[in-house]
């Protein structure tokens, strides 16, 4: 008799970013663009530019929001009928996608607001639509027109996600609450972004201790609520969990949320180009104010803090000027006491999880979730 081929669990608490879930998240994102522009047929082919740069965008990343959302969802339900894929999966799953068309959004103005030229490994939107515009002999500046296309896209995004949500056929009653988290999730990012704007147009180093305040104050905001926190209160909403689960997931989302940007500063300081999708150093061409920079400007000397204020945000910044900044932030003991602080943020995060209002499953698939978020390279 021959056996059945193993075949790989949509949900699997050992594997809670696995082939199967992304698979069913990226199917999901793939069907709803396809509707949209069927929708929007009678405004090609200028519409489908977007729409084109939209499912690139969508087709990569590491899926995360989406699966906090779903291991929320089992902290609260238990694993069930969601352990295979099955009609009982489909209204979780269009709404963990949701996430990422809203992460889309975040990335796409992320990139017009930092003058990127490059978001994973590709051409960021704008500099897709600013070389199309060249290759067409539009009039105009390219570059307008690039920046314009690329807010008009992200702002779209946003719109699609709610609507993906709206329509995800979610219980009747975690409407209400699913709504209401998603909502605080999009006010929350975009004054976390705000926040992240003002911040860099601070002079730097005037106050040190005020400057690694603000750096924290936008990483709660602007990465901790958004990457973890909500999403996986979304999850648990949607699966019936209790206010004491939200709470529980909040005490586990904002530390870890935190680690997880801690570690996006370091590789964005640190890491290999060929795993980031980002030339190395570009978050000190930028002159990106994280966490990272303010403790280098608070614990450095006074020649390391020249060195910071003269370069940082230098786009003409060479692979000198960038092992030199690296120098000084490895020197003053910045990059030691942002990994001794993911340390202790995840210690922190995994320790919320012990309570008996999550499942056994559910506290496994978060845990693993956890280390996936901050020991990564890219």
Not at 147 to 160: E, N, P, Q, S
Not at 275 to 302: N, W
Not at 339 to 359: F, K
Request: glycine share 10%; proline share 5%; charged share 20%.
């Amino acid at each position: 008799m021959v056996e059945a081929p193993d075949i790989p669990l949509l949900l699997d608490p050992s594997h809670p970013l696995g082939e199967p879930f992304r698979s069913a998240i990226q199917d999901r994102i793939t069907t709803f663009l396809e509707e949209q522009e069927s929708r929007l047929s009678e405004l090609q082919p200028e519409v489908g530019t977007l729409v084109d740069l939209a499912a690139r965008l969508l087709a990569g990343g590491k899926r995360l929001r989406p699966a906090f959302c779903a291991w929320g969802y089992v902290a609260a339900a238990g694993l069930g009928p969601v352990r295979d894929q099955t009609d009982a999966t489909e209204p979780l799953l269009t709404a963990a996608a949701s996430l990422e068309l809203l992460h889309g959004s975040a990335l796409v103005h992320d990139d017009v607001m930092d003058g990127s030229d490059t978001r994973r490994g590709a051409l960021s939107a704008h500099r897709e639509l600013e070389g199309r515009h060249l290759a067409d002999g539009r009039l105009g500046d390219p570059e307008t027109f690039g920046r314009a296309g690329a807010i008009l896209l992200g702002d779209l995004l946003v719109m699609w996600s709610v609507e993906m949500l709206e329509r995800a056929g979610l219980p009747a009653a975690s409407v209400p609450g699913a709504l209401a988290i998603a909502q605080s999730m999009r006010t929350e990012v975009t004054c976390g972004q705000y926040l992240d704007v003002a911040a860099q147009s601070l002079a730097l180093g005037s106050d040190p201790d005020a400057e690694l305040l603000a750096a924290n104050r936008v990483v709660e905001y602007k990465s901790a609520r958004y990457t973890v926190y909500r999403p996986a209160q979304l999850g648990a909403v949607i699966g019936g969990g209790s206010s004491t689960l939200l709470d529980a997931l909040a005490a586990y989302g904002s530390p870890l949320g935190r680690a997880f940007q801690f570690r996006d500063d370091l590789l964005g300081v640190f890491g290999d180009p060929e795993l980031t999708g980002k030339p190395v150093g570009d978050d000190l061409r930028e002159g990106k104010r994280t966490v990272l920079i303010a403790a280098a400007m608070a614990r450095t000397d006074d020649s390391g803090r020249r060195l910071l204020s003269d370069r940082l945000g230098d786009p003409a910044l060479d692979a000198a000027g960038v092992a030199a900044l690296q120098q000084v932030i490895v020197d003053s003991g910045a990059h030691e006491a942002v990994e001794s602080m993911i340390a202790t943020y995840y210690d922190e995060a995994v320790a919320a999880l012990a309570g008996p209002e999550i499942s056994p499953a559910g506290r496994q698939g978060l845990t693993t979730l956890a280390a996936a978020a901050v020991h990564r390279s890219a």
